[in-house]
């Protein structure tokens, strides 16, 4: 008897550390705004790009701002992803000039670690979706801009989703992480 008392103390205890290890990151909330990250990541890049940012996107036309949505993240049904689930976000998209150099940063608003994971996996499959488009646009025109594409980097970091498609995803990634970090709240 006190070896299964001892094993289900055991059990528990170990239960305990694994699920508050987990939830402390998920608790860790940072200030930075992601037009904020996104400006410090792309500081050195000579990009002939269009920022645009939720404040931005919410003052156009709502049928304006779908279609851009819809350009930029939907799929061939005009699946669009739902951006009110992003408590804010900023993206760097190609301007003036046919460009894979892109980045795109969302903060996700969900507090519930389940509606949380499902927004994240959600976004990552738009993000996937949009280094491919990238690259099928760019399939035997720009094979440099293909492979920025199709080396594109999705990750996420604390409550922010991002992807990256440059010629430096490493530096990117590191300069946005580290705006991250640097406005934790305690």
């Known amino acids: 008897m006190k070896r299964i008392n001892c094993l289900i103390l055991a059990v528990i205890s170990a239960f305990s550390v ?17 037009s904020e990250i996104l400006t410090a990541a792309i500081a050195s890049a000579k990009w002939d790009n269009v920022q645009y940012t939720k404040a931005s996107m919410d003052a156009m036309e709502s049928d304006d701002r779908e279609s851009l949505i819809s350009i930029f993240y939907g799929d061939l049904e005009n ?22 150099n892109e980045v795109g940063i969302f903060k996700i608003a969900a507090t519930d670690a389940s509606a949380f ?3 994240k996996q959600t976004t990552e499959a738009f993000m996937k979706l949009r280094a491919k488009n990238v690259s099928d646009i760019f399939r035997g025109y720009d094979e440099a801009s293909m492979k920025k594409a ?8 604390g409550n922010y989703v991002y992807y990256i498609m440059s010629d430096n995803n490493a530096e990117i ?10 406005k934790y709240i305690a």
């Open 79 to 100: 699946n669009i992803p739902d951006m009110s689930l992003f408590s804010d976000y900023a993206m760097s998209v190609p301007g003036g000039e046919a460009s894979a």
């Open 150 to 157: 199709d080396n594109a980097l999705i990750g996420s970091f």
């Open 18 to 34: 694994f699920a508050f290890s987990s939830c402390s990151e998920k608790a860790r909330e940072s200030s930075a705004t992601p």
């Open 117 to 119: 994971d499902t927004t």
């Open 173 to 182: 990634e590191s300069i946005i992480k580290s705006q991250i970090e640097a």
